[in-house]
C-alpha cells in the first residue's frame, strides 16, 4: 500500500508541473483583428414624394325642411332601364314581389297592349316574345293597387339560352307605369 501511495503523490506532482501558467494568473482575450465593415450596396428605386390631389368643391345641394308625402311617392312612371341583348326571343316572367294583395297590372309591348290584365300572385308568371332588331320596349301598367299600396313587382328577363338579361322590381301607383327596354343588337 505504501508503494501505492508514493505513486500517487508522485503523479500528482508531475501533472502539477506540467499544467499551463495562464489558468493561475489572470485571463487576458486575444484581441480580434480589426476590420472595416463594408456594407452591401443596395440599388433602392426614386421614390416620388407624395402630393395629395386638391380635394374638389362639393356641388352637392342637401334638400332642408323638404317634406315628402309617403302618398306621393309612387305616383310616377318608373324607368327600369335598358339592356342590350343579342338573342331573337326573350322570356319576361313577373310575380308580386311583396304581400300577394290582388294587384292587376296590364303588359305592353312596344306600344301594344299584349296582356289587358293579369293578377300577379307568388308564382312567376309571363310570356315569351320574339324581339325586333333595335328598341323592343315592355311596359307595365299598375291597374290597381292591391290591398297594400302600391303596386309592387318583381319581374325577370331571359334570352333564348335561358340567361338572365335584366332583373328588378317596381313599386309604382294606380295608372303610372314602369318601363324596361330591350336593345337588339
Not at 316572367?93 to 300577379?120: S, T
Request: charged letters at 25%; proline letters at 6%.
Amino acid at each position: 500500500m505504501k508503494k501505492f501511495l508514493f505513486l500517487v503523490i508522485i503523479v500528482g506532482l508531475s501533472l502539477n508541473g506540467y499544467s499551463q501558467n495562464e489558468i493561475s494568473t489572470k485571463f487576458k482575450a486575444v484581441p480580434p483583428k480589426k476590420k472595416e465593415a463594408i456594407p452591401p450596396k443596395v440599388n433602392l428605386p426614386k421614390v416620388k414624394p407624395y402630393v395629395a390631389d386638391e380635394i374638389p368643391k362639393n356641388d352637392f345641394i342637401v334638400p332642408k325642411n323638404d317634406v315628402i308625402n309617403p302618398d306621393e311617392v309612387y305616383k310616377k312612371n318608373q324607368d327600369l332601364g335598358s339592356f342590350n341583348t343579342s338573342s331573337v326571343s326573350a322570356k319576361v316572367r313577373y310575380r308580386d314581389a311583396a304581400y300577394v294583395d290582388g294587384d292587376k297590372i296590364r303588359v305592353y309591348l312596344n306600344d301594344k297592349m299584349i296582356q289587358p290584365e293579369v293578377l300577379l300572385n307568388g308564382e312567376f308568371q309571363g310570356f315569351e316574345i320574339t324581339l325586333e332588331k333595335g328598341v323592343n320596349k315592355i311596359d307595365f301598367e299598375a291597374l290597381n293597387e292591391g290591398f297594400a299600396p302600391p303596386n309592387t313587382a318583381e319581374f325577370q328577363v331571359y334570352d333564348d339560352k335561358g340567361t338572365v338579361v335584366a332583373s328588378n322590381q317596381w313599386n309604382i301607383g294606380l295608372g303610372f307605369k314602369a318601363t324596361i327596354i330591350l336593345m337588339k343588337e
